[in-house]
């Protein structure tokens, strides 16, 4: 079944970066769109971009367009986030999600924390 | 704000029936996008339940159904059990966002 497992999360200032990671197995990832989606603490579920299974397209949600950069490798089954310029309301727990036929968000990941502090 | 709208909670007794509506409009759900709806159960990563309106994922027991009508989608549990206590989110496409939008969520009670 598929699996996948993002990492790099962790307490960053205002203004600085990071970069996510979303290891994938159990399916063939080059044959698949794949999504960001983040949850900040008690709140609900934000879309925040999208990348085809050959990086042909990308997109990003307003909230993080300039800032947020798409990308993965399919040698080495993964994708990433690369945060620049964070802002404390960029504090959430990120998902990667793989793209379904549909669109659909069909495998989660479980997630990790950023957390946009002084 | 959410692009698509939720009621923020439903409760329901043991083997009743609830609907939760999710409302968009004609650039999202009205244009044709399909609606998918997730559960999340407390502490946990979401979970695709319904996709394409009214398919249920893998492994969903058929008390779970989706309908879309307009601008407009709907989640309908029946026999309700404990273990469907969660929050329950709908998804759509967005062409003037050329992204995807989320409902605000919906907690669902299992009194």
């Known amino acids: 079944e598929a699996q996948l497992v993002e990492s790099g999360g962790g307490l960053v200032q205002p203004g600085g970066s990071l970069r996510l990671s979303c290891a994938a197995s159990?399916?063939?990832?080059?044959?698949?769109?794949m999504n960001w989606v983040r949850q900040a603490p008690g709140k609900g579920l934000e879309w925040i971009s999208y990348?085809?299974?050959?990086?042909?397209?990308?997109y990003y949600a307003d909230s993080v367009k300039g800032r947020f950069t798409i990308s993965r490798d399919n040698a080495k089954n993964s994708l990433y986030l690369h945060l620049n310029n964070l802002r404390v309301e960029d504090t959430a727990v990120y998902y990667c999600?793989?793209?379904?036929?549909?669109?659909?968000?069909?495998?989660w990941g479980q997630g990790t924390l950023v957390t946009v502090s002084s | 704000q959410s692009v698509l709208t939720q009621p923020p909670s439903v409760s329901g007794a043991p083997g009743q029936r609830v609907i939760i509506s999710c409302t968009g409009s004609?650039?999202?759900?009205?244009?044709?996008?399909?609606v998918h709806w997730y559960q999340q159960l407390p502490g946990t990563a979401p979970k695709l339940l319904i996709y394409?309106?009214?398919i249920r994922a893998p492994g969903v027991p058929d008390r779970f159904s989706g309908s879309k009508s307009g601008t407009s989608a709907s989640l309908a549990i029946t026999g309700l059990q404990a273990e469907d206590e969660a929050d329950y989110y709908c998804?759509?496409?967005?062409?003037?966002?050329?992204?995807?939008?989320f409902g605000g969520g919906t907690k669902l009670t299992v009194l």
């Open positions: 999600a793989r793209g379904g036929g549909r669109w659909q968000h069909d495998y």
């Open positions: 159990g399916f063939t990832f080059s044959s698949y769109s």
């Open positions: 990348i085809t299974s050959t990086s042909s397209i990308i």
């Open positions: 004609r650039s999202n759900i009205g244009a044709g996008y399909d």
């Open positions: 394409s309106n009214n």
């Open positions: 998804q759509s496409h967005d062409s003037s966002l050329s992204g995807w939008v």
